[in-house]
């Protein structure tokens, strides 16, 4: 997670942060606490040298909260990330019975709405602004904030 979004070794995939936001994305406490929690999972892909992607989805009344997609910056541009989103939504169908899922994005990640667009995500225009905690991150540029997109499943 930490490694597709901040840093320099997320300059070597598509879905850097870096210029945006210093500090890490997430740390074990966060992900154990995810993983703990009711109504909650991490998915995972592996591609037989160790976990190469992951999602995260929560519960949320008839809808699922996606969020933390990642995939490890060298193996970005391959697909992945598309199935993936593509097994969370399925993920949260089934297992759930969400009829729709929802991200936030930060709003200044133009290439990164689209790719979600594509994927039959649509702008809310709603926003809120990025959390002050440095936990999530060390803002870089001001004025940031994250924008709702959703997606009906079915």
């Not at 740390?27 to 929690?37: P, Y």
Request: charged share 30%; hydrophobic share 35%.
């Amino acid at each position: 997670m930490n490694s597709a979004y901040r840093g320099e070794s997320s300059r070597a995939g598509w879905t850097t942060e870096a210029d945006l936001l210093g500090g890490q994305r997430t740390d074990i406490e966060e992900v154990e606490s995810l993983i703990e929690k009711p109504d909650s999972m991490i998915l995972v892909c592996s591609d037989g040298a160790g976990i190469a992607g992951s999602v995260h989805l929560e519960k949320s009344g008839d809808c699922a909260l996606l969020g933390m997609l990642a995939v490890r910056p060298r193996m970005q541009g391959r697909g992945m990330g598309k199935r993936m989103l593509a097994e969370a939504e399925k993920a949260a169908s089934k297992i759930w019975g969400c009829g729709k899922t929802k991200m936030t994005v930060l709003t200044y990640r133009a290439e990164l709405i689209a790719f979600y667009e594509r994927r039959g995500y649509r702008r809310t225009g709603i926003f809120k602004p990025f959390p002050e905690d440095p936990g999530f991150g060390i803002p870089k540029v001001e004025g940031l904030r994250l924008e709702w997109l959703e997606k009906n499943l079915f």
